[in-house]
């Protein structure tokens, strides 16, 4: 069997029948690891100790006909802003290279209990500050599978590397302005954040009413495992969501027909290449031939990049205030202009801000009580150059405002994902975003998983592909 090609699915059930040992796959998922790091530049901090843990606890499982966990023996990394206890998490920093976290995060402490193996912490942008480089200052340049002249986008860059590159099944990542989605797009992946506070987030972010833990995978209906097993009340997080969970892989098998969806290609405002808009518009099609309808609905909100940045940067500008003092050297020097002026603003002006994020909740909320779904471009750019901060397309805007599209829906807090819907004409994926309602992940899996039947996508993963070195 070919480990790299398989899913996450595919891998459990092959573990329990004892068609493959849980020790074998996470062998061979290390050694994938170790021969394409050169490559990718994907992990911060290896842990194969971990892995092989769970990889035996795997087999005993099995040879004692004990149940499986939901993730029993399965290969997969975890994000370096999210803690695994006695490991290292860095934040991409300098700044905080050599922190041990004391405990487990909950998403964490949840697939371990699920019996997943835990390869490797994956690189990021320094605090999760920049949406299309994946690189820091502590970690360097993480790669795109597909180029490597090409950023995988930030800021969950080594998870989205990692996982295009078939070394695991699925990650776990972080989304605090699109940083599931955006990786996920430009690596032909599909990423997901749920509702807001679906996935407890602990010790706090430094951006704690925008960030979410998400899941980046191959497949629809590995997502919808993984984000099952991390999702559900925590005490700890007090956004974390208190209804029950509803069944995420359930959901993969529900009916689309009938769904009403909105199809925005601008937002009101975005700038998308003619060559994304039409691969995208041409997927939006696809939904029709499913049985949803489609309304075009070109102005939905007013740009509010300036209310996001006034709450992500001022959330990590309070974080790393007496670095920014003392250590600025240390810090991404993008990062540490745009802070140094958000740590100045007036309470005045802060929430002004914060008012008018409520208003656009509101507007939001109740576009969704006319649709179903929103589709949009996730990018409007199909890459992004190793290096480049911002496409070369849009050199009028920042390191985060050229992803119009994902930051809207870290302010309101809906369910959002990108599924991979083209190629461009040099062969880099394209993905499509799909939005829901507030606590209607369900509709995003659902019409993703018809989707994914409909115009099958894991074929044409660079997985196997000759990696050649930098």
């Not at 061979?28 to 530049?41: F, S, V």
């Not at 006909?65 to 029993?72: N, V, Y």
């Not at 700890?236 to 029950?244: K, N």
Request: glycine share 8%; proline share 6%; net charge neutral.
């Amino acid at each position: 069997m070919n480990i790299a090609k398989m899913t996450a699915l595919e891998i459990r059930a092959a573990i329990g029948n004892k068609q493959l040992s849980a020790v074998e796959v996470m062998s061979d998922t290390l050694e994938r690891m170790t021969a394409l790091e050169p490559a990718l530049n994907a992990f911060v901090t290896a842990t194969p100790e971990l892995a092989m843990e769970a990889a035996k606890a795997a087999d005993k499982a099995v040879m004692a006909g004990e149940p499986l966990g939901r993730l029993q023996g399965i290969p997969l990394s975890v994000k370096d802003l999210i803690h695994v206890g006695g490991v290292r998490t860095t934040f991409g920093s300098r700044t905080r290279a050599t922190h041990i976290a004391e405990a487990d995060a909950p998403s964490v402490e949840r697939v371990r209990a699920a019996g997943a193996g835990i390869i490797g912490k994956t690189t990021t942008t320094e605090f999760g500050s920049k949406a299309g480089s994946g690189d820091s200052p502590l970690t360097g340049i993480t790669y795109n599978p597909w180029n490597l002249a090409k950023s995988p986008g930030g800021s969950s860059a080594g998870a989205a590397a990692s996982v295009a590159a078939g070394v695991t099944p699925f990650a776990l990542g972080t989304d605090g302005g699109g940083s599931v989605r955006i990786p996920s797009s430009l690596c032909g992946l599909f990423g997901i954040k749920a509702q807001f506070g679906r996935v407890p987030v602990f010790p706090t972010s430094a951006t704690p009413t925008l960030a979410h833990v998400g899941v980046l995978s191959r497949t629809v209906r590995d997502a919808a495992l993984l984000l099952q097993t991390v999702s559900g009340y925590d005490g700890r997080d007090p956004a974390s969501v208190s209804e029950r969970t509803p069944d995420f892989i359930a959901a993969c098998d529900m009916p689309v027909q009938g769904l009403r969806i909105a199809w925005s290609p601008t937002l009101g405002y975005a700038k998308p290449t003619a060559e994304v808009r039409m691969i995208t518009e041409t997927a939006v099609r696809r939904f029709e031939d499913l049985g949803c309808s489609i309304e075009l609905v070109e102005n939905v909100i007013d740009d509010p990049i300036d209310l996001w940045m006034a709450d992500f940067y001022a959330g990590i500008g309070v974080t790393l205030k007496d670095d920014l003092q003392h250590r600025r050297d240390l810090l991404d020097p993008a990062l540490a202009e745009v802070l140094q002026g958000r740590l100045h603003e007036s309470v005045d002006a802060y929430y002004t801000k914060v008012f008018s994020r409520y208003r656009l909740r509101e507007k939001v909320r109740q576009l969704f009580q006319r649709y179903d779904l929103l589709l949009t471009p996730t990018l409007p750019v199909s890459s992004v150059d190793v290096g480049m901060n911002v496409p070369r397309e849009l050199p009028d805007r920042n390191m985060v405002s050229w992803s119009y599209y994902t930051y809207p829906f870290n302010l309101t807090g809906n369910p959002a994902a990108s599924i991979p819907c083209g190629f461009d004409a040099n062969g880099m994926p394209v993905g499509l975003q799909i939005v829901a309602g507030f606590n209607r992940e369900a509709d995003i899996l659902r019409a993703a998983a018809s989707f994914e039947v409909s115009s099958p996508w894991v074929d044409t993963y660079p997985i196997g592909r000759s990696l050649i070195k930098k």
